[in-house]
């Protein structure tokens, strides 16, 4: 098993949004000094619950400062980017980091992030699946090319290339169904409990899932718990 956290770089009445992402990084070298096995960075936009609009970005500021944590998004929204787009900024931080990098994907919600990125309700709803498979085909090919209802254009040699495999965060049955046919990890988030990640994690083997290593979020909370400590929170 490994232990790692999960930052939201969220923004805070009086907080200066450039703090809030130079906090984040420091927290992914804390987390690397105290022994902790990944760090998971979440991708907002135009919002203060967070701050942070490029996960891979953060990443690959985080990767410079530390040299074995894990680095992943949770998620990098597959809806409001272009897969192959993606890939090529997954495989640089793959490379960059010595392989320390995971690449975790979703949906999204149907929020005015498909509007201003123009990719609209209708991929949200029905491409979820085409976008992954055009990024997978992008991370483990090395050449990618496509035909479908969303996406078309010639093949091309992706570079730099990099084996990967992505996760998939799964919160809805559809989803499920997606990443257990491809034979991707889950990724499931703090919005469910115990019971119901174990659930899905059956309903992902008996959809014929093969994949190990699910990556499931929960709340916790981490302080210094030294007695000086203990008094001045009761204070």
Same mark, same amino acid.
């Given at each position: 098993?490994?232990?790692?956290?999960?930052?939201?770089?969220? $923004?805070?009445?009086? $907080?200066?949004?450039?703090?809030?992402?130079?906090?984040?990084?420091?927290?992914?070298?804390?987390?690397?000094?105290?022994?902790?096995?990944?760090?998971?960075?979440?991708?907002?936009?135009?919002?203060?619950?967070?701050?942070?609009?490029?996960?891979?970005?953060?990443?690959?500021?985080?990767?410079?400062?530390?040299?074995?944590?894990?680095?992943?998004?949770?998620?990098?929204?597959?809806?409001? $980017?272009?897969?192959?787009?993606?890939?090529? $900024?997954?495989?640089?931080?793959?490379?960059?980091?010595?392989? %320390?990098?995971?690449?975790?994907?979703?949906?999204?919600?149907?929020?005015?992030?498909?509007?201003?990125?123009?990719?609209?309700?209708?991929?949200?709803?029905?491409?979820?699946?085409?976008?992954?498979?055009?990024?997978?085909?992008?991370?483990?090919?090395?050449?990618?090319?496509?035909?479908?209802?969303?996406? %078309?254009?010639?093949?091309?040699?992706?570079?730099?290339?990099?084996?990967?495999?992505?996760?998939?965060?799964?919160?809805?049955?559809?989803?499920?169904?997606?990443?257990?046919? %491809?034979?991707?990890?889950?990724?499931?988030?703090?919005?469910?409990?115990?019971?119901?990640?174990?659930?899905?994690?059956?309903?992902?083997?008996?959809?014929?899932?093969?994949?190990?290593?699910?990556?499931?979020?929960?709340?916790?909370?981490?302080?210094?718990?030294?007695?000086?400590?203990? %008094?001045?929170?009761?204070?």
């Amino acid at each position: 098993m490994r232990i790692g956290i999960f930052l939201i770089a969220a $923004q805070f009445p009086g $907080q200066e949004a450039g703090r809030v992402l130079s906090d984040a990084v420091e927290l992914v070298v804390a987390a690397e000094e105290a022994g902790f096995d990944d760090a998971w960075i979440a991708e907002h936009h135009f919002m203060s619950y967070g701050v942070c609009p490029s996960a891979t970005t953060l990443a690959a500021v985080a990767a410079g400062r530390t040299t074995r944590i894990g680095l992943g998004t949770a998620v990098s929204v597959l809806s409001t $980017q272009h897969p192959v787009a993606l890939a090529e $900024q997954a495989a640089m931080l793959h490379h960059l980091s010595g392989g %320390r990098f995971t690449l975790g994907v979703g949906r999204g919600g149907p929020w005015v992030d498909l509007e201003v990125f123009g990719t609209g309700a209708e991929r949200f709803e029905r491409g979820f699946g085409e976008s992954l498979d055009v990024l997978l085909d992008a991370l483990s090919r090395g050449r990618v090319a496509a035909g479908g209802e969303f996406f %078309r254009f010639r093949e091309v040699g992706v570079v730099p290339e990099a084996a990967m495999r992505p996760v998939v965060a799964c919160t809805s049955e559809s989803t499920v169904g997606l990443a257990a046919a %491809r034979g991707l990890p889950m990724l499931l988030g703090m919005h469910i409990g115990d019971a119901e990640k174990a659930a899905l994690v059956a309903d992902y083997a008996a959809r014929g899932g093969t994949a190990a290593g699910h990556v499931a979020a929960g709340v916790a909370y981490v302080a210094d718990s030294t007695a000086q400590a203990v %008094r001045e929170l009761k204070a």
